[in-house]
């Protein structure tokens, strides 16, 4: 295979002289303009409010990624956004007995499932798989209902399943 000992030069050259090329575009970009964009991202700027600054204030194009790689290049700091403080989770009330119910649509690897509220107000999904057996998935991990609640569930499931009786 032969080379071409220019083509190293001649690509360099078309990607220095490439517009959309993020360190041209960070050279063309006046210090007034690179302070407005380090004034708005100080003041809480999203990357996309950025970039339209950049393409219809300045009417330089970039695309959302080359604003990213520009504030980048211009050692500019991206505001984390500000997480919710999450309240302490609600306990659930308790409710009198155990409530069950059928999934109208069967659960995935499930000949039959559904979810059932214990007397604590706990939930949990119950299927019965393809070979019979009963399985309980707490929305609480680790959650063990009481031996009442239980034997409450599986004879409220056992009559769900069963039907009417006429």
């Known amino acids: 295979m032969l080379s071409h000992p220019t083509l190293p030069a001649i690509a360099r050259e078309k990607i220095e002289q490439d517009p959309r090329n993020t360190l041209s575009t960070m050279a063309s970009l006046t210090d007034e303009q690179k302070q407005v964009l380090a004034k708005q991202l100080a003041d809480g700027a999203s990357i996309a409010d950025i970039q339209r600054v950049v393409n219809d204030e300045f009417k330089v194009g970039m695309t959302y990624m080359e604003v990213r790689f520009l504030i980048d290049d211009l050692d500019l700091e991206i505001p984390e956004p500000e997480v919710p403080v999450e309240e302490e989770e609600a306990v659930p009330e308790p409710v009198e007995g155990v409530h069950v119910e059928l999934d109208k649509i069967k659960r995935p690897g499930a000949a039959m499932s559904g979810e059932v509220r214990f007397s604590d107000g706990e ?11 009963l399985g309980l998935d707490p929305a609480t991990e680790a959650y063990q209902p009481s031996e009442q609640d239980v034997q409450e569930f599986q004879t409220k499931l056992r009559t769900l399943l069963q039907g009417p009786q006429i």
Do not use: F, K, S, T
């Open 123 to 133: 939930n949990a999904v119950w299927y019965i798989d393809e070979n019979g057996r």
